[in-house]
């Protein structure tokens, strides 16, 4: 029994011996093979990462795009709203200059008015005063 024992203690010993020097025999070449397989996965987790990146850069280029088409968006709207009123209040001030030549030229043209009104008072004053000395006279 002892000798049954030892002999698939033995059996057993020489099985593990024989899949251990197998297993060291195929370890050097799955080493490499995983050296590999770690590079390759190295590389796509690289390729991975740049392209997060330049999605973010792309997005954040894309916000600052945004924002500056907002930022000039309001400065044309705020231009825009500038020149309009500019206009208005050059509308009005045409308005005001329209309505200030034609009160002008009314002015003139009663001051004229009153001057030949004036000159001809004046004239017939003249005349009567005249008239009265030539008739005090005769």
């Given at each position: 029994?002892q000798?049954k024992t030892n002999n698939?203690r033995?059996q057993?010993?020489?099985?593990?011996?024989?899949?251990y020097?197998?297993a060291?025999?195929?370890?050097?070449g799955?080493e490499?093979?995983?050296?590999?397989?770690?590079?390759?996965l190295?590389?796509?987790?690289?390729?991975?990462?740049?392209?997060?990146?330049n999605?973010?850069k792309?997005e954040?280029?894309?916000d600052n795009?945004?924002?500056e088409?907002a930022?000039?968006?309001y400065?044309v709207?705020?231009?825009?709203?500038k020149?309009?009123a500019?206009?208005m209040?050059?509308?009005a001030?045409?308005?005001?200059?329209?309505?200030a030549?034609?009160?002008l030229r009314?002015?003139?043209?009663e001051?004229t008015q009153k001057?030949?009104?004036m000159?001809?008072s004046?004239?017939?004053k003249m005349?009567?005063?005249?008239?009265?000395?030539?008739a005090?006279n005769?």
């Open positions: 029994m000798a698939r033995n057993a010993r020489e099985v593990w011996k024989k899949k020097y197998e060291k025999k195929s370890t050097p799955l490499i093979d995983c050296q590999k397989v770690r590079a390759e190295d590389g796509i987790h690289k390729k991975y990462l740049a392209a997060l990146e999605q973010r792309d954040k280029q894309k795009h945004q924002l088409a930022r000039l968006q400065d709207d705020e231009l825009q709203r020149a309009d500019a206009k209040k050059l509308t001030e045409m308005k005001l200059r329209n309505q030549e034609t009160e009314a002015l003139r043209a001051l001057k030949m009104n000159n001809l004046r004239a017939q005349n009567e005063i005249n008239n009265s000395a030539l005090s005769i």
